[in-house]
């Protein structure tokens, strides 16, 4: 079930022409992770509306004081980024429409998808890998399966670590299930 341009404006109105550039590449990217389905597919994109702004920005936005969290401390580590403050927070800095984050996840997507990501990481921001990358990370934490069965918040607890942007990200979501029937 390929979704089109009608149907990602109808779901994320204002992803304006970025839902043309951005179908195609979904499509692809949902079959090779097996994003198929009403339910998953609603999902997926509902997700991917809220971390990408409705398809507006592959890379985090944010100034250095707000990326430093990246780049030392706790969460740098956790995120496999050095500990001394060398500017990973701001290379390995959200990206692609599903905001991967972290020198680890670079690596790992990077291998996975047959990318130098950790020296190239602005590969995530061209269209093909910033939603190879998002179906990538959704197939990697199992979210297929929670989708099938309608937890849609334990979604949203695995990509964001939290429940940050619930509202817009359920509203997508019904919105999602109404238009793919």
């Known amino acids: 079930m390929p979704i089109t341009q009608a149907q990602l404006l109808q779901i ?17 990217a949902m079959g090779r992770y097996q994003v198929i389905g009403s339910k998953r597919v609603a999902a997926f994109i509902a997700q991917v509306g ?3 702004g409705q398809l507006r920005y592959v890379r985090e936005l944010g100034n250095d004081a707000y990326l430093s969290k990246y780049d030392t401390g706790p969460l740098a580590l956790r995120l496999g980024n050095s500990p001394q403050a060398d500017g990973d927070g701001q290379k390995y800095r959200g990206r692609g429409l599903i905001q991967i984050t972290g020198r680890a996840n670079y690596q790992a997507c990077g291998e996975a998808l047959g990318l130098d990501l950790v020296n190239e990481p602005a590969l995530l921001e061209q ?11 959704w197939a ?5 399966a929670l989708a099938d069965a309608g937890l849609f918040d334990k979604i ?6 939290g429940q940050n942007g619930a509202t817009q990200r359920r509203a997508f979501y019904t919105q999602a299930l109404k238009v793919l029937g």
């Open 12 to 28: 994320l109105p204002n992803a304006g022409t970025n839902a043309g550039v951005f179908a195609p590449v979904l499509n692809v």
């Open 50 to 52: 809220h971390e990408s």
């Open 127 to 137: 269209p093909r890998w910033a939603a190879h990358s998002a179906a990538w990370f």
């Open 140 to 144: 990697v934490h199992g979210l297929n």
């Open 156 to 161: 949203t607890q695995r990509i964001n670590g």
